[in-house]
């Protein structure tokens, strides 16, 4: 347990960054910012991603997992008994093995660690992500990328994988939902006038649509 929550703690940061920078990809995508871009300016976003994906899996590298002197540690920490018992049961005599009263001393030391193993604990995980991120960026994100997703719809995936288009010389939004409506004045109190491409049944309308708004409409 001890050796899960060192871990934990030491990948969940490195998890949550990767999120994070998933969620400002997301959020961009889904706003639609890939098919209105040029081929190059599609090709050098995916750099930068894929650069910011990298630097935030870096620290993977240097991860180690705890071994067990560091684990027997924590767990003296976490339970906050004196003379460090878990420590003391996996250790040895280093010298004085003949010595009768140093033996004696020893076992003496042991048996009263051996009292203390019921009380040893593992307290949870730390990570302390909110000290290294303090001004809870992670939330906005995720506020942002939920945000993003209503306004993308049903276009979701289609507007991610705009940015894999290279064929595409030009924007690749033909094939992409145009939202357009209009704003009453506010005194009037009325909602915005959604306008609408296709009549119910789906079918495209060919000539002038008539809609009535308010004087003063945007």
């Not at 870096?58 to 705890?66: K, S, V």
């Not at 909110?130 to 506020?143: C, E, I, K, N, Y």
Request: charged residues 15%.
């Amino acid at each position: 347990r001890a050796n899960a929550a060192m871990s934990w703690e030491s990948l969940w940061p490195v998890f949550v960054a990767v999120l994070v920078v998933a969620g400002v990809f997301l959020t961009v995508s889904w706003l639609g910012l890939w098919i209105n871009l040029p081929r190059w300016a599609r090709l050098a976003g995916l750099a930068v991603f894929a650069l910011a994906f990298i630097t935030a899996l870096y620290p993977l590298i240097r991860f180690r997992m705890p071994g067990r002197q560091a684990a027997l540690a924590r767990v003296d920490r976490d339970s906050g008994l004196p003379h460090s018992p878990a420590t003391a049961l996996d250790d040895s005599l280093a010298n004085s093995r003949d010595d009768a009263a140093t033996r004696a001393l020893w076992n003496i030391h042991l048996r009263r660690a051996e009292k203390k193993a019921a009380a040893l604990t593992v307290g949870l995980p730390s990570p302390g992500v909110p000290l290294q991120d303090r001004f809870a960026v992670r939330g906005a994100v995720l506020v942002a990328a939920i945000a993003a997703a209503f306004i993308a719809g049903p276009e979701k995936y289609a507007r991610v994988l705009a940015i894999f288009d290279w064929q595409t010389s030009g924007s690749v939004s033909q094939g992409f939902r145009m939202d357009a409506w209009i704003d009453p004045p506010p005194y009037t109190g009325r909602p915005p006038i959604l306008l609408k491409a296709q009549t119910d049944g789906g079918k495209d309308i060919n000539g002038i649509q008539q809609v009535r708004a308010p004087a003063g409409s945007i």
